[in-house]
């Protein structure tokens, strides 16, 4: 939706990214094996688990990481306005749905249907 938005093109599930200039090569896995699409940057390109291989950590980085201040800051020193922008004017139920009622054939079914709430 948002490459249509924006009149970009768009690749879905790209298992491998090239930027040559103002073009991707956007390779990805269908049904029959894998496809190459080429597209005009800017575009939209959705990744699939196999574009990056996954770093595990280790226990001395866990440990050195553990040791490591942890620095607070708040959104102001970051000149961030936090402040509410939306307002509750009013929040209530919805109207109850009146009681169903039961019909004794198909006949009067559809004679309620017609007469009654008009829908046919």
């Not at 690749?11 to 597209?39: I, M, N, Q, Y």
């Not at 996954?54 to 936090?82: C, F, H, Q, S, W």
């Amino acid at each position: 939706m948002l490459a249509a938005l924006l009149g970009w093109g768009q690749a879905t599930f790209a298992s491998k990214v090239e930027v040559e200039g103002g073009v991707a090569k956007v390779t990805r896995e269908v049904d029959g094996g894998l496809e190459t699409l080429s597209l005009a940057l800017p575009a939209i390109v959705t990744t699939d688990l196999r574009l990056n291989e996954p770093r595990y950590v280790t226990l001395p980085n866990i440990m050195k990481a553990k040791k490591k201040p942890l620095e607070n800051v708040k959104p102001a020193d970051l000149g961030v306005d936090v402040a509410p922008r939306l307002k509750t004017l009013k929040v209530s139920e919805p109207p109850r749905r009146s009681a169903g009622i039961k019909v004794a054939d198909v006949a009067a079914l559809v004679d309620k249907l017609k007469n009654e709430a008009k829908v046919i």
